[in-house]
């Protein structure tokens, strides 16, 4: 069974991944519930945190049922990691997790992200500094390598283990393929087989069904498996995976009504987490993939995305509820 620091995890536990904009507390809370088995924040920029800016303090919110959960942060600047290390500490998390495969060029230009694949003897440092600043187990999550031509995640996998990180995620593309292509899990089978790495390898990329998670269990011989882009509005992905691992056999698809129970509690607790108003702006981005394959569900969806109104929104999904009581998602 995989340990980071004391935390001890299942075996093959299931990690959501840090999103930005999706992995909050709301969600976090449904995927827990569903079987996430460990969860992480939103990426927080350290110099953020440093400033007191609002939103990145709010990214700390943390509850314990969600455990073990780790504070995601990310940042080009020694100094900046070190002392978002130790606010982050002040929450008490179970683990920092640092985010050195971001791709988006607004963090890369910082040389924060997966921009610091470029220059492995800063993200040693980048590292060492966390470290320093908190007494919690340090992860860290990255990817290949900044193109196919530059592929130095075993380089990186063994200099961080040798300073003390206590678990790797590797998302297996490169920057320069962002989320496009396809991903290369035989890099992180490499890592996991390298007789030098004891520390836990967890794979990260294109796992969106129960078979695609046992086959890439056996094939790559991973740890666990962190579960991203299939979890938006789709928490029942956890529980789908584990059943199947035990039976062999699917469990039966997530009913109508299930979608609106938990589309209904993202909606509540995005409310009570954000305020009424923020909550039902931000919650509209999740609709879409909560009711995907719907037939004609267009009316409904455009209902939920304009209205503004807590009950009118609980009356929809009464109303979705009982025009689609007896209908079949395939």
Known sequence: MPKIGNIEL????????????????????????????????EFISSEGLIRDAMKSR??????????????????????????????????????????????????????AGAGVLKDVDLMVRLTKAVIKGTNLPVTVKTRLGWDENSINIDEVAERLQDIGVQALTIHARTRAQMYKGHSDWSHIARV?????????????GDIDSPEKALEYKNKFGID????????????????????????????????????????????????????ERVGIVEMRRHYTNYFKGIHSFKEYKNKLVTTDNHNDLM????????VYADYKLH
Not at 65 to 92: C, H, N
């Open 10 to 41: 299942p075996d093959f536990p299931l990690l959501l991944a840090p999103m930005e904009d999706v992995s909050d507390p709301p969600f976090r809370r449904l995927c827990k519930l569903h079987g996430a088995d460990l969860m992480y924040s």
């Open 58 to 111: 709010q990214k700390l919110d943390i509850f314990d049922y969600e455990r073990p959960v780790g504070i995601q942060i990310f940042g080009g600047d020694e100094e900046a990691m070190e002392m978002s290390a130790k606010i982050v500490d002040t929450v008490q998390p179970d683990l920092v997790d640092i985010n050195f495969g971001c791709p988006v060029k607004k963090v890369v230009c910082k040389g």
């Open 224 to 275: 666990g498996i962190m579960i991203g882009r299939a979890a938006i509005g789709y928490p029942w992905i956890f529980d789908e995976i584990k059943h199947y691992f035990k039976t062999g056999e699917h469990l039966p698809l997530p009913t109508i009504k299930d979608r609106i129970e938990a589309a209904k509690n993202h909606l509540i607790w995005s409310m009570e987490w954000k305020g």
């Open 315 to 322: 009356n929809i999904f009464e109303e979705i509820n009982d």
């Open 192 to 204: 996991k087989n390298n007789p030098r790495i004891t520390m836990p390898i967890f794979g990260n």
